[in-house]
């Protein structure tokens, strides 16, 4: 279940875009949007958890205030629709963030980093991109507890899909990720997130094929 909104997210919001009446307004919306019910894993506590990893990673970051603009962004609109969320995000971004006073060549940035979280795949020379895909994904390094908590939390999303679809889908997208040479892409993410990740991993896919059977085994 998620957490009440609390101050500290609308402090944040103030420090980031300030307390005009404008950037009051994309903040209450922003929140809004967050606090969706059909929301299980996307909601405000996984706002919470990335601006924290986006504030571990900050000195990482070329453009720190578009990353955590993006932070903010970048599952506002939550459909269940991979690719199509981050675009339409992406959008809200660009049509909002002019009100907030942030100038042109931020807001195109900031819709860029969004778009980014779609796939994960930010270039090497792209520091502000590989801070936000890190941050997006710290859950994945995170303790058995918490990632069990996630793992429930994404099923509950997905509460649509026939179980053994689901099982199938979701053990084919953690052996693409096993598959990466790296998860993370910034030297620090890598040391705090890395090997935990792999472990959570592979933890989930021995779940998987413990109660799926048929599932075809990882490759090495």
Known sequence: MTTPIGPELSA????LAGSGPEAEA???DLLERWSEPHRRYHTLDHLRAVLAAVDELAGQAADI???RYAAWFHDAVY???PGEDEEQSARLAEQTLPA???DGAR???VARLVRLTAAHRPAVGDPDGRVLCDAD???LGGTPGEYLAYTAAVREEYSHVPDTDFRRGRAAILRELLRTPQLFHTPLARVRWEDRARVNIRAELVRLENTAPGLASPQS
Request: charged share 20%; proline share 0%; glycine share 10%.
């Open 107 to 109: 807001v195109a940035e």
């Open 65 to 67: 205030a578009a990353v």
């Open 26 to 28: 994309v903040r209450a």
């Open 12 to 15: 944040a919001w103030r420090e």
């Open 100 to 102: 907030c006073g942030v």
């Open 79 to 81: 459909a269940g629709m």
């Open 137 to 139: 994904l710290s859950v």
